[in-house]
């Protein structure tokens, strides 16, 4: 069995972060991402950039997304 990378490995310095299109409208909705070429995706507060973030590897981040856009009931809306 092939182990799995861990999607937290990459370097802070790296993470080319962009902000959220929803971000901004004061919903207090402020997410940043960062995509990385193997495909790792990581997910920020844009208000507070010293928080943790949470790190997906490729085939999780199509889980997670294609979950919430099918209306999966674990992301209630």
Not at 5 to 33: I, K, L, M, Q, T
Not at 39 to 64: C, I, S, T, Y
Request: glycine share 6%.
């Amino acid at each position: 069995m092939t182990a799995k990378h861990d999607p937290y490995a990459h370097d802070v310095a790296e993470a080319n972060w962009a902000v959220s299109r929803f971000s901004g409208d004061n919903s207090g909705s402020c997410v940043r991402v960062a995509y990385f070429p193997n495909g790792d995706v990581w997910l920020g507060d844009d208000k507070d950039p010293k928080l943790q973030h949470l790190a997906f590897r490729a085939d999780e981040w199509d889980a997670f997304t294609r979950s919430i856009r099918e209306g999966d009931p674990n992301f209630p809306a």
